[in-house]
């Protein structure tokens, strides 16, 4: 059984998340249109927040349909490799990394779900791609490292995924916008990220169950 054999993502295709709805037709001018046709006294807000102007919307659903269509074209390239797009990033992640990393930092740096990303380790662990293992500081976390036959796949992905994302997103820009949507972009990420991270967050307890009726 080959290694990508044992990473099929069984999700099935779906159209990109920003023209399924992020980037659908008319949408921010239906919403500004319904703003102005409120009372008078409620334009602008609705529940009591305050809502986004037109440039707000627009800025907000075209960055949302280039981030969707991006991802689903960066996604169909994985699916050669029988990848998700979170085990490129585990890999990715441990390819550049000097020397292991725990599973919360891992879990801090890709956005997805605690037992998600567990589950995504797992299937590459079984693949032979990273092995895991306890740390000999720390008894409660998991160190994780890439093998040889994980850099290997990533080595062979990589110059594909680069030009999926050089021909989508950077094609179109000058030098000036990439300077300056990476301004941009990494103040609007070091605002997000100077909220705890997710692995700080409390884990939610499962309600007891139920004692059996005597």
């Not at 990033?89 to 567990?118: E, K, N, P």
């Amino acid at each position: 059984m080959r290694a990508g054999d044992l990473l099929r993502d069984e999700e099935p295709e779906s159209e990109p998340t920003g023209a399924r709805w992020m980037g659908h037709p008319g949408l921010a001018e239906r919403i500004e249109d319904e703003r102005q046709h409120r009372p008078h006294d409620q334009q602008g807000v609705a529940h009591g927040v305050q809502a986004l102007d037109p440039q707000q919307l627009a800025a907000y659903f075209a960055l949302m349909e280039a981030v969707g269509l991006l991802q689903h074209h960066v996604e169909q390239h994985l699916r050669t490799e029988d990848l998700s797009y979170v085990q490129f990033q585990l890999l990715a992640r441990l390819s550049t990394a000097r020397g292991q990393l725990t599973m919360t930092q891992l879990a801090d740096g890709v956005v997805y779900s605690r037992s998600g990303l567990t589950y995504q380790a797992g299937l590459l662990e079984k693949g032979g791609l990273i092995t895991r293992g306890p740390s000999p500081d720390d008894e409660r976390a998991t160190l994780v490292a890439i093998t040889e036959a994980g850099r290997a796949l990533f080595d062979r992905v990589l110059p594909g995924h680069i030009r999926v994302v050089r021909g989508l997103l950077f094609d179109p820009l000058t030098s000036d916008d990439l300077r300056h949507l990476g301004d941009i972009m990494t103040r609007v990420r070091d605002h997000m990220r100077a909220q705890p991270p997710r692995s700080a967050a409390p884990r939610r307890r499962r309600p007891a169950a139920a004692a059996p009726a005597s």
